[in-house]
């Protein structure tokens, strides 16, 4: 696995879009995440459809269309140097098909944040334009609305990337050891639900592998990491990251699964890392090589996460 195209970091001033790809957007935090964006002197712009609600299905922040549209106009808009999405929940993997990606593709590089159902749009963006993207907080979640440490990190990875090459979080080692390759991963739920679908790609061979999820019982978890490892997306891969396991069983039980089902794979493993749907989550770039040591809790970038 090689690392992907980074795109540029924010200045002052930048323009940036706020697009809602999944679930639908409370306007109140939605507001409210504007206004950190601004206090950043950012100039951010919200797409005609994210406060749109499915007319049947009310899980969906509008049309599969017009959120699809939202994301490929925001993206193929010469003014705009950053696509924030608003949140997760459900949604990508019905939209994801409908984007232009030669559109998108010839637009050329620019930032991409999101997590949790964003997943599907961060594989999409590495397989489909070999983009680095940044798996980190979304402008209208609470998490992000209510905690400086998940604002200030990925404040610090926009405007100034140098400041974060070395993310260190709390975390400990499951399975000791360093290991060294490229980032990616996300919610482990959303990364089984890819296999097998077009524009995906074949494993996370090379791979530093970061996994989260939320609201699962560790049955589902158990079936999700066995429906990788069965359709062999885990061979090669070359150290996991663990994140937050939020609204899951209790994490005792969370961990022992994950050890049993990752353990014998003969890399680190660290857990509690910090990422996902944790409060203060923090940004992990993904597409970016890197050295992740289980002992210390460390992910030491090679590169800054932007360019």
Known sequence: MN???????LAPGARVAVVAPSGPIPEERLQAGLDILRGWDLDPVVAPHVLDRH??????????????????EAWCDPSVSAVLCARGGYGALRMVELLDWTA???????V????????????AFAARLGLATLHGPMTAALDFLKNARAQEHLRATLFAPEQTRVI??????????????????????????DIGAPGVRASARGGLLFLEDIGEETYRLDRYVTQLARAGWLEGVRGVA????????????????LLDRLGGRGVP???????????????????V??????????????VPALA
């Open 3 to 9: 690392p992907l195209i980074r795109p540029a970091r």
């Open 55 to 72: 007319p049947r299905f009310g899980y969906l922040a509008g049309t599969d269309a017009d959120r699809a549209r939202d994301l490929q």
């Open 104 to 110: 998108m593709r010839a637009a050329g590089p620019k």
């Open 112 to 123: 991409f944040v999101g997590y949790s159902d964003i997943t599907t749009l961060h594989e």
């Open 168 to 193: 260190a979080t709390g975390g400990t080692a499951l399975v000791p050891g360093r290991a060294r390759g490229v980032t990616l991963g996300g919610c482990l739920s959303l990364l089984a639900a």
């Open 242 to 257: 663990l994140g937050s396991w939020v609204d899951c069983d209790p994490y005792d039980t969370v961990r022992a699964m």
């Open 269 to 287: 493993i660290v857990e509690e890392f910090g990422f996902g749907h944790c409060d203060g989550a923090l940004t992990i770039p993904f597409g």
């Open 289 to 302: 090589a890197a050295e992740l040591d289980a002992d210390a809790a460390t992910l030491t970038l090679d």
